[in-house]
């Protein structure tokens, strides 16, 4: 499509689930801005610090711009019939389960209806899944135990009404932050309300909390097991709820009565006096959200947990109501959007079940398929098992990076490598994954993808362009349609935009639906290129005029016999401005109306076990996670200056305790191993980490550290009901690694190879900023550095001193500094945001460059210290010095310093320090 040269686009952010509205704004020079979208209801204008520097992201170093077969140059003709060719005879040869498609929540809806399309009911395989598997599985199949149906209850809304909120395995903070500022600022206004966290790791989340329960991994189902039990004993229940409108309740409440608090307290490591005082404050608020996310889903009994859960909220009635219910937050931009399609290797499109005759007759007779899919495929774990041992032998990765973010890396990184045909739709030339690739196709990123994605809430909002696509770059659902019309099925896959992919999936959704099935979005059927340009969002259900939106029997009575419909009332009308006519929001079950064949939720019976993992030779508990300003595999943010300053290197936390018996110091490198490998790491220790447990960001990669891939560390274990891994309880073994020098550099080039032990490198203004560790000292340090930063004509300052094993070098090219490299006997004391804002200076006097070698900026340039504010580059430093000037609350330094007023993911880190300086002035 044109793109015009400057205007302001609606569009919607590419990372977590939250879906926030993003304007951006292209100027008539073509730079690009960002500012979230004041009308959008899922954030109000709010964006965390990855939404905020989007811009940053969308340049296009490392794209890949051209089709690749076997690292050569071709045109897309070639390369789209090489695919299709071997896909066509390799299912020939061997049918269609030796081939598979790996899809991610990064794809938008239309890319992923045509994947799941062409999969399900063309190959005739069940075999596509997506990383979403690693995400929010357990959720769907929790949902689909109780309700019937993947069916999310309520929406954001809630967040604001409730008078009680319980975080369980959730890092709002960091991990969902504009959630996080919504509750926060509802708290301002309504101060009674009260936010409990459930976590093994005081994260930053407990900021806002009124109570943190410190859990054991994997407690979460003796806890709330317990609570249901509590509900029963105190009579907390609502019966005529659950007379009306469940089922299953004795055998749930009988299982769970055979754990007293003494044996939750023993199951979960809390007091009892905590579990009394939670257990109380749940029975009492009848306006309780129960908001869970990965700490819940991925573990081995993550679908129990998501039930303990929904039984609590069952047993209360407390679902579907304004205030309250349970509330799955989900990690990607899509992952909604993936299961509305059908693609997981166990779905249908338009939530039907694969498992069922009648749903798969449908499905196959609306695509006029000539073959559809009649069992579940290889979920994402079993599917890579299956590309290892010769079952698979086509396999299709599409925007996702399984080398790095699948559990027991390495053995799924061996697997594709020795797969006879890889292909791999991306927008970088270089991830672990691309480069084991044998075709590689070249796919459009955010700013040039055209689509629409659905957030944790079930609203559906429209990803636009505003970039023209670069080189030779497609979007994935043409390359997913050219592949299908060369393998013979062009008539099913004739679309010539993605609107026309929308309104099929549409009208999917309401094929014989007559009310029956949750996910219903027909009354867009019909929808024009014009109204979908102006699609504003909206909450599903949606149907066509006319239709129930309950399923047909059920019982009479029900204050709410239908819900209020946004979707009807917005179908054919282009709204105006494209801006949010959002009417009443649309929640799920407070009157019954399961999607069951009773129409009643299911009480699941559950009995917690306490697994055992860690052993002697691994006696820690690791715990896998994401931080603030990264996201996935850092493709995109690793990009940006601003977001790889907050935390640049891969780390790990472990209590001073643990680190005193292992004699780890902070600082320190070390590695950490589990029976599949090991990883080089930052030590940080913290009081916020559990003793006897470790915590880790899953984010780098091989192309941004020497040895951080840390899902190389975790085990294909799984969840038996959704097949989700368990990367949040894995038995580790930590032990420092013996430096003979610390090094750090800043240098205008990336470095391309460095001869060290540990490095870890990161985006910085005017060039990248690099970590490094060596097992020993005995290195020609100028040459190394020469090797650094690729500067064979630049001018060379160094100083040596061997005996105390210092050495600083410089180079400048011209008034330029080139790179500066700084090796100490330990960690290097050097300031890491002067140093690399040296980068973008002009060093005309020796006396500047000497500055530089000596490592420190001068009295009139204070050290603004590690970044804590993102947004506004503040320093810890700063912050400091303004607490020590009379600024004692996170207003006056947002204030005085701006920090914490503008995404507000940095204020629970401000808070923490003011707090750390009142216990100072107090001793």
């Known amino acids: 499509m044109e793109i015009d040269a400057a205007r302001e686009v609606r569009t919607t952010c590419p990372y977590c689930g939250v879906g926030c509205g993003v304007l951006a704004k292209v100027a008539a020079d073509g730079q690009v801005s960002v500012r979230g979208d004041p009308d959008h209801p899922a954030n109000f204008g709010r964006l965390c610090s990855k939404g905020s520097a989007l811009a940053e992201t969308i340049d296009l170093d490392g794209r890949l711009l051209q089709p690749q077969i076997h690292d050569r140059p071709a045109g897309w003709n070639e390369a789209l019939d090489v695919v299709a060719s071997t896909f066509q005879h390799t299912i020939a040869e061997h049918g269609p389960d030796a081939v598979a498609f790996y899809v991610s929540g990064q794809l938008l809806t239309e890319d992923y209806y045509l994947a799941n399309k062409l999969m399900k009911g063309f190959i005739g395989s069940a075999n596509i899944d997506t990383n979403s598997r690693l995400c929010m599985a357990s959720s769907v199949a929790g949902h689909r135990r109780a309700f019937g149906s993947d069916t999310v209850p309520g929406t954001y809304e809630d967040l604001e009404l409730a008078d009680l909120i319980v975080l369980v395995g959730s890092n709002l903070a960091w991990c969902h932050p504009v959630l996080y500022q919504r509750i926060a600022a509802a708290r301002e206004k309504r101060p009674e309300m009260k936010v409990v966290l459930v976590d093994p790791r005081r994260t930053m989340t407990s900021d806002i909390a009124d109570m943190h329960l410190a859990i054991a991994p994997d407690g979460d189902v003796a806890l709330f097991t317990g609570l249901l039990a509590w509900l029963g004993q105190h009579n907390a229940l609502d019966r005529a709820y659950i007379t009306a409108h469940t089922a299953g309740f004795g055998q749930a409440l009988f299982a769970a009565s055979t754990l007293d608090l003494a044996g939750v307290a023993a199951a979960t490591g809390l007091s009892e006096d905590q579990l009394s005082r939670f257990y109380s404050l749940f029975a009492r608020t009848e306006k309780t959200v129960t908001v869970y996310s990965q700490g819940v889903n991925q573990s081995s009994q993550g679908t129990d947990k998501v039930n303990a859960i929904i039984n609590c909220h069952l047993a209360t009635g407390r679902i579907g109501k304004a205030g309250a219910g349970p509330f799955s937050v989900t990690g990607q931009p899509n992952a909604m959007g993936g299961r509305e399609v059908g693609g997981m290797a166990n779905m249908l499109a338009a939530h039907m079940d694969i498992e069922n005759p009648g749903h798969r007759e449908r499905v196959q007779r609306f695509w006029k398929a000539p073959a559809i899919a009649g069992e579940p495929g290889l979920k994402a774990v079993e599917m890579f098992k299956a590309v290892a041992d010769g079952r698979i032998k086509a396999l299709w990765i599409m925007a996702t990076n399984p080398v790095d973010s699948m559990p027991d890396a390495g053995a799924v990184e061996a697997a594709i490598k020795a797969c006879p045909f890889v292909v791999v739709s991306d927008v970088l030339a270089e991830t672990d994954t691309v480069r084991h690739a044998h075709v590689r196709l070249p796919a459009t990123a955010w700013g040039e993808k055209d689509g629409t994605v659905t957030n944790s809430e079930r609203r559906i909002s429209r990803q636009r362009p505003f970039l023209a696509a670069p080189g030779e770059a497609r979007p994935d659902w043409w390359i997913i349609a050219e592949v299908a019309r060369r393998m013979g099925f062009g008539e099913a896959f004739a679309h010539e935009s993605p609107v026309e992919i929308f309104a099929e999936h549409a009208a999917l959704s309401g094929f014989e639906n007559d009310g029956e099935r949750d996910f219903d979005i027909s009354a867009y059927a019909a929808i024009d290129v014009e109204d979908y340009e102006g699609l504003a969002p909206f909450h599903w259900p949606a149907p066509s005029p006319g239709t129930p939106l309950w399923p047909a029997g059920r019982p009479e009575g029900g204050a709410q016999a239908r819900l209020q419909s946004e979707g009807g009332a917005q179908a054919g009308t282009r709204p105006e401005g494209a801006t949010s006519i959002e009417r009443q929001p649309t929640r799920f079950f407070a009157d019954g109306n399961f999607y069951t064949p009773d129409r009643k939720a299911r009480f699941i019976a559950l009995r917690p076990t306490v697994e055992t993992r860690i052993t002697a030779a691994f006696p820690l508990v690791l715990n896998t996670g994401r931080i603030r300003d990264h996201w996935h595999t850092m493709t995109r943010t690793g990009k940006s200056p601003r977001l790889s300053q907050h935390i640049a290197e891969p780390f790990v936390e472990i209590h001073p305790e643990d680190a005193q018996l292992y004699g780890i110091g902070d600082a320190d490198i070390a590695r950490v191993s589990t029976p599949r490998g090991d990883v080089l790491v930052r030590v940080l220790v913290t009081t916020r980490q559990r003793p006897g447990s470790l915590f880790a960001p899953m984010h780098w990669t091989d192309q941004f550290a020497a040895r951080g891939r840390l899902d190389t560390l975790t085990a294909s274990l799984t969840d038996p009901v959704s097949g989700q891994p368990a990367l949040k309880h894995v038995a580790a073994r930590i032990e420092k690694f013996t430096a003979g020098a610390f090094g750090f550099a800043v240098t205008r080039k990336r470095p391309v190879t460095m001869a060290a032990d540990y490095w870890a490198t990161a985006r910085c203004r005017g060039g990248w900023r690099v970590e490094l560790a060596f097992a020993n000292d005995d290195i020609d340090w100028t040459a190394f550095a020469g090797s650094l930063f690729d500067a064979a004509d630049a001018e060379m300052l160094a100083y040596h001193d061997r005996e105390a094993g210092q050495h600083r070098i410089a180079a400048f090219q011209g008034e330029h ?107």
Do not use: M, Y
Request: aromatic share 4%; charged share 20%; with cysteine.
């Open 817 to 923: 500094l080139a790179g500066a490299l700084f090796i100490a006997p330990g960690p290097v004391a050097v300031s890491r945001g002067w140093a690399a804002e040296q980068l973008g200076e002009v060093h005309a006097s020796q006396r500047e460059r000497f500055r530089i070698v000596a490592g420190r900026a001068g009295a009139e340039r204070p050290d603004a210290g590690a970044t804590v504010c993102s947004c506004f580059n503040i320093g810890v430093n700063q912050i400091t010095a303004a607490v020590a000037a009379g600024c004692n609350s996170v207003e006056a330094i947002g204030a005085t310093l701006k920090a914490g007023t503008n995404c507000g993911s940095c204020r629970s880190e401000i808070r923490t320090i003011i707090q750390a300086r009142r216990v100072q002035a107090a001793e």
